[in-house]
T-cell receptor, first 115, second 112 residues
Framework: EAGVAQSPRYKIIEKRQSVAFWCNPI?????LYWYQQILGQGPKLLIQ????????DSQLPKDRFSAERLKGVDSTLKIQPAKLEDSAVYLC?????????????FGQGTRLTVV | GENVEQHPSTLSVQEGDSAVIKCTYS??????FPWYKQELGKRPQLIID?????GEKKDQRIAVTLNKTAKHFSLHITETQPEDSAVYFC???????????FGRGTSLIVHP
């Protein structure tokens, strides 16, 4: 079974620039998560999708972050404009179904450095 | 929202010793409690989980205990090995929304 795919693996941008991350979840997984993991901390949920609908985005800084999951499969997370404090690893994860509390399968992450 | 506290932040043990990591949570309706292991530069991976209708679960050298009344659960690793060295995260899924909240992580170092 193929895992969660993310790209790019690394990205360095200057502050105020824009950046986009891509995620392809495990085939058939209905739930997709985007997490931000700052060095030395646990993953912080940014947004959770169930198919192509948003379940929770209460911790997504909506003035600069946006995410979409068209057709309920792939997802993109965008930051525009980036700030220094956005430097982190952005993890995408997927689960088979919401509501049955199953484990999340994580991608390798995208390490973003804002300079 | 859910509040998850994880302790200790770092844990250093000798090979063969036991290690215990504890998490507390605030939402009494939470019903799913996974533990993830994250090795340096790698993705978090599930190592064990427990649901609210179970008090304890074991898988070889790893066990998790849940005290719903006190709202805490713990990860127990026995006969630790150097390859157990990693950061361990607890997570809690809120009862109504199933939204997961992670602890801040425990860096476990097992000295040979």
């Amino acid at each position: 079974e193929a895992g969660v795919a993310q790209s790019p693996r690394y990205k360095i941008i200057e502050k105020r620039q824009s950046v986009a991350f891509w995620c392809n979840p495990i085939s058939g997984h209905a739930t997709l998560y985007w997490y931000q993991q700052i060095l030395g901390q646990g993953p912080k949920l940014l947004i959770q999708f169930q198919n192509n609908g948003v379940v929770d985005d209460s911790q997504l800084p909506k003035d600069r972050f946006s995410a979409e999951r068209l057709k309920g499969v792939d997802s993109t997370l965008k930051i525009q404009p980036a700030k220094l404090e956005d430097s982190a690893v952005y993890l995408c994860a997927s689960s088979p179904r919401q509501g049955l509390n199953t484990e999340a399968f994580f991608g390798q992450g995208t390490r973003l450095t804002v300079v | 929202g859910e509040n998850v506290e994880q302790h200790p932040s770092t844990l250093s043990v000798q090979e063969g010793d036991s290690a215990v990591i504890k998490c507390t949570y605030s939402d009494s309706a939470s019903n799913y409690f996974p533990w993830y292991k994250q090795e340096l530069g790698k993705r978090p991976q599930l190592i064990i989980d427990i649901r609210s209708n179970v008090g304890e679960k074991k898988d070889q050298r790893i066990a998790v205990t849940l005290n719903k009344t006190a709202k805490h659960f713990s990860l127990h690793i026995t006969e630790t090995q150097p390859e157990d060295s990693a950061v361990y995260f607890c997570a809690v899924h809120s009862g109504g929304s199933y939204i997961p909240t992670f602890g801040r992580g425990t860096s476990l170092i097992v000295h040979p």
